[in-house]
């Protein structure tokens, strides 16, 4: 004997659970009209009536009565299971903020080794900046620079300093050197980094042209096909430096700012967001020294 649809036990449930057609629709978020066929599909399937349909009100037969003590045990375990399988999932997975260019010129290459040293958790990347709402966006913590404010909800642990210097092709190197006859490529999230960078390197510019880029990782692969020269993070221009790409002429210099982790303030933190916290501490200091004891 085959079962009818699960999908009309539900329905049964509902309408049984409320006493009411009508109810049964809003907790399911279905017409009246629905709810109705469904049941009368079940039924029709079982050959046998299961409300004493009076009105607005329903009232269950000896049959219905029989199904619901069932269907009522039967559907809650489900709930139950289907709410602990949602919860192992969360458990294992880590949902993380990320500034753009931070992920994808730093984070992400760094990302296997984490993975490699601790697969039991997952990690789950959302691309964004500036402020953040951690009940609205669902983010376990975020990677930040420091450039806003944050309210007492929200706790803040250190992750390195920022580091700055112009980048370019080495094609444009000399020219940089002289600070004239460049394009000076602008990041519409960081529009004073190039004069900011002069004020903290005491430099006094020649003649240069300013070329916009609406994201700081465009201005990243401008510099990098000799458009110009780009004001840069020491982290994020890490790789481009390794092979050659492009040239620190001025090396790099702390601007003041730094990078955060940012993670809501709980009365205890969960194992999974301290061991992501630790992993980034080691990784942002390990960069910083590679990169500082190379020169650049």
């Known amino acids: 004997m085959s079962l009818p649809p699960l999908a009309s036990f539900r329905f049964f449930n509902a309408a049984a659970q409320n006493q009411s057609f009508m109810k049964a629709a809003e907790q399911l978020h279905v017409t009246h009209g629905a709810v109705s066929r469904q049941i009368r599909s079940l039924e029709d399937a079982l050959g046998v009536e299961l409300f004493d349909r009076r009105n607005r009100a329903v009232f269950l037969y000896h049959a219905g009565r029989l199904l619901h003590d069932v269907t009522q045990p039967m559907f809650e375990q489900l709930e ?26 730093w984070l992400i290459p760094r990302l296997p080794a984490f993975h490699q040293a601790h697969p039991q958790i997952q990690i789950q990347l959302l691309a964004a900046g500036g402020p953040i709402d951690f009940s609205r966006c669902g983010a376990d913590l975020a990677i930040r620079r420091d450039d806003f404010r944050w309210d007492d909800s929200v706790e803040s642990a250190a992750l390195c300093p920022e580091w700055v210097g112009p980048v370019c092709a080495p094609a444009l190197a000399e020219s940089v050197r002289r600070l004239s006859g460049v394009h ?11 004069e900011q960078w002069l ?34 993070s020491l982290l994020m221009v890490q790789e481009e430096l390794a092979s050659g790409q492009l040239v620190a002429p001025f090396g790099f210099t702390r601007d ?18 301290a061991v992501f916290r630790q992993w980034l501490n080691e990784q942002a200091e390990a960069s910083v020294a590679q990169t500082l004891s190379d020169g650049r």
């Open 80 to 105: 139950q299971a289907v709410r602990q399988v949602q919860q192992k999932a969360r458990e294992d997975t880590l949902v993380v903020s990320c500034e753009p260019t931070i992920a994808m010129k």
């Open 184 to 194: 000076v490529l602008r990041s519409s999230t960081r529009p004073a980094a190039w």
């Open 199 to 232: 004020r903290l390197a005491k430099k006094v510019p020649g003649e240069v042209a300013t070329v916009e880029y609406e994201h700081f990782y465009l201005c990243l692969q401008a510099a990098t096909a000799a458009l110009g020269v780009s004001v840069a």
């Open 256 to 273: 003041g700012s730094k990078y955060v982790v940012l993670y809501p303030r709980l009365p205890e933190e969960s194992t999974k967001c």
